[in-house]
């Protein structure tokens, strides 16, 4: 496998492109075959998948050079088929390396993230207060729909170069401000590489409850700061984990380990349509893109993908079913947060959960809070909480 820059022949060594020629059969993009007009051998187009790619190699016997795009495993097809077939790879520039070089900026710092046959959901938390930031773009995530995107979560510190058509004649290099992005026109061929040039929001873990968006004028359907600090620390969660948060109300749980779980996922199911809004402004503010869905656990829990953490703040009288269902999903080594506020909801979630196969850890909080008092200071008690942590025992299956 041989990568090639934009410019063709221009890009490769002499050794490599005689490989090409001396070759009897030559794969890849219609772009990357239409620099060999004059190879004699058999050309192959490489589309549709790689499934078929992989089953031509394992059973071909002549001479085969594949050509990839730049450094073919920078986001590439080479680490793919290099584990399906037996293949050497001589990597060209990636177009990181060449978009960094145009920008005269080092690149070991950056933080790599493609948007390229992928969904934009979950890049704000991934990305939210990271100094240089390389994005793969494609046609339908554009560097226009990446700014919109951006500009929605209001991470208006960065600035954009974009770089198009790098190594190509049609080359073209330019900064712009994301109100600029959105409304410039951009070659399919680009790569965006964001640079912060102001400061970001710092949100640490245990954010203010007065921070979030609350029901008005009823507020409190929250769990509270320093709850979610316990539950949240009771769930183990890693930078990876897919989480869920049943009954999320304002988001406060699952927006707090998106930003934990930057590279993972977070599912969070609400039955209020009305809390489903509030929870979506709270996302926006504290930059954190997750699946949010409207309904009433356990219904739609099957859209989500099993999960290594599952927090519990609200059932609806429907705790069983919902738990049957967690117990029955959760990932080896996962563990299930409950929080409870009486002692008939702590004495059944233990019994199911014990009946499951799963391991228990109670801890109950009581937490007050100083306020003032004239010039002298009293502590008002919050509600006393269970929370019930549970890992599923050695050798149980539920």
Not at 187 to 216: A, C, H, M, T, Y
Not at 262 to 283: L, P, T, W
């Amino acid at each position: 496998m041989i990568g090639i820059g934009d410019n063709g022949k221009d890009s490769l060594f002499p050794l490599y492109e005689q490989w090409i020629y001396e070759s009897e059969v030559l794969i890849g993009g219609e772009r990357q075959l239409s620099f060999f007009p004059d190879y004699q051998g058999e050309k192959v187009i490489l589309k549709g998948g790689l499934q078929p790619i992989v089953e031509r190699l394992q059973h071909e016997t002549r001479s085969t050079v594949i050509l990839a795009s730049g450094d073919p495993l920078f986001y590439g097809i080479g680490s793919y088929l290099a584990g399906k077939a037996d293949i050497e790879i001589y990597p060209y520039l990636s177009s990181l390396q060449l978009a960094f070089a145009k920008m005269k900026e080092s690149w070991q710092d950056a933080y790599f993230v493609s948007i390229h046959g992928r969904s934009m959901q979950g890049l704000a938390q991934r990305i939210d207060g990271k100094k240089k930031i390389a994005v793969l773009t494609d046609a339908e995530n554009s560097p226009n729909k990446l700014a919109e995107y951006l500009l929605s979560f209001g991470m208006n510190e960065y600035e954009a170069f974009v770089a198009e058509n790098l190594g190509g004649a049609e080359e073209r290099c330019r900064w712009f401000s994301l109100e600029e992005m959105v409304k410039a026109e951009f070659s399919p061929l680009n790569i965006v590489i964001l640079k912060k040039v102001s400061k970001s929001p710092v949100w640490p873990i245990g954010i203010e409850d007065d921070e979030f968006v609350q029901r008005k004028p009823e507020k409190g359907l929250i769990t509270k700061k320093e709850i979610r600090v316990l539950s949240l620390s009771a769930l183990h969660l890693k930078e990876d984990s897919v989480v869920w948060d049943i009954g999320t109300c304002t988001g406060s749980v699952a927006i707090e380990a998106a930003r934990m779980a930057r590279e993972g996922k977070v599912y969070a199911i609400e039955k209020n349509e009305h809390d489903i809004e509030i929870c979506r402004k709270n996302m926006r503010k504290f930059r954190t893109d997750f699946t949010l869905v409207h309904g009433k656990a356990p219904e739609r829990l099957d859209e989500f993908p099993d999960p290594d953490a599952v927090f519990i703040g609200g059932t609806s009288s429907e705790l069983e079913s919902i738990v049957q269902v967690c117990c029955a999903r959760l990932k080896k080594n996962g563990r299930i947060v409950i929080n409870a506020i009486t002692i008939e909801t702590l004495s059944k979630a233990v019994e199911i959960l014990e009946k499951n196969g799963f391991r228990t850890h109670i801890v109950l909080a009581q937490i007050s809070r100083s306020k003032p008092i004239l010039q002298l200071t009293r502590f008002a008690a919050l509600n006393p909480i269970y929370i019930i942590s549970a890992e599923r025992k050695e050798n149980a299956e539920c």
